[in-house]
């Protein structure tokens, strides 16, 4: 895969003048749950509204996704609000049901990019696909897993692709979930300056106090967006709790932002 400027053409095409922001429930609960947020986020910055249907939960036995329920959810949200949609896939079958309910952007979860296998199979079942397709670096600090993820994507011809960095996991006790290791993300940029790359400080702060701080560090490393976990009742929501905004806060996060977006 060499760098070219087409690899940003979906983004520049969306000529927005401020980052991409992906927002939206860490996991769609309810259908009243998943409208309510998407109401309140419609005439915000925010263009693709995401929620995990299936989710990755580290220990079974917590609460795993709706299921394809969801996807009919999403297409209400499409219809009533005009947001576009964004969820996580992790297998050949969540790809055929996302691409059969019409899901705008799909991503793959830092969970599965560590997979080779799993990364291919999502790849042959999306192969041609005029969709937007965004990997997640992998869970732990290894940048050839994350570019592999992303060489077999661009193999299947998928061209509108991107990078999400959600941290990393480490033993080592810090303040975050999971460390930024922004270097890592840095020596991809230089790598693939026209990969468009989104930051997802949700995961990465793993509380809500520290969103503003990762979201500023991101934009002053002239990242193209921002994933952002929000929710209308944050305290109570069915997973990643204590990391979720509401989308009043979101507002105000992105007033409060200084955007210092690169142009050359
Ligand atoms: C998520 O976006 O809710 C999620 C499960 O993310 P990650 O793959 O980064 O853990
Ligand atoms: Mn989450």
Redesign the pocket.
């Known amino acids: 895969m060499e760098n070219s400027k087409e690899m940003r053409k979906w983004l520049d095409d969306m000529k927005l003048d401020h980052p991409l922001v992906i927002a939206g429930p860490?996991?769609a609960e309810t259908e009243e749950q998943v409208l309510k947020v998407a109401h309140e986020l419609k005439d915000t910055d925010v263009s693709y509204y995401?929620a995990?249907i299936w989710?990755?939960r580290t220990r079974p036995g917590n609460f795993e996704g709706v299921g394809a329920i969801g996807l009919k959810w999403l297409q209400k949200v499409k219809e009533e609000t005009g947001l576009k949609t964004a969820t996580?896939v992790a297998n050949r079958a969540h790809v055929d049901l996302a691409l059969e309910y019409d899901v705008d952007l799909l991503w793959i979860?830092?969970?599965s990019t560590v997979s080779p296998f799993i990364v291919q199979e999502i790849a042959d079942a999306l192969e041609g696909t005029d969709k937007i397709i965004l990997v997640?670096n992998p869970v732990n600090p290894d940048l050839s897993l994350w570019l592999g993820a992303v060489e077999r994507l661009s193999s299947a011809n998928i061209e509108k692709l991107g990078v999400i960095h959600?941290g990393f996991s480490t033993y080592e006790k810090t303040k975050y979930r999971n460390i930024p290791e922004w270097q890592l993300a840095i020596e991809l940029q230089t790598k693939f300056p026209d990969l468009p790359i989104i930051n997802?400080p949700s995961?990465i702060s793993g509380r809500r106090d520290l969103i503003f701080d990762v979201s500023q560090t991101a934009l002053d490393l002239n990242f193209d967006g921002l994933m952002i976990?929000t929710h209308c009742d944050p305290d109570n929501a069915w997973?990643?709790a204590s990391q979720q905004v509401t989308p009043e806060r979101l507002v105000q996060i992105m007033k409060d932002l200084q955007i210092r977006k690169e142009t050359n």
Do not use: I, Q, V
Request: proline residues 6%; contains cysteine.
């Open positions: 860490c996991s995401r995990g989710k990755p996580e979860g830092a969970r997640k959600r997802d995961h976990e997973s990643d």
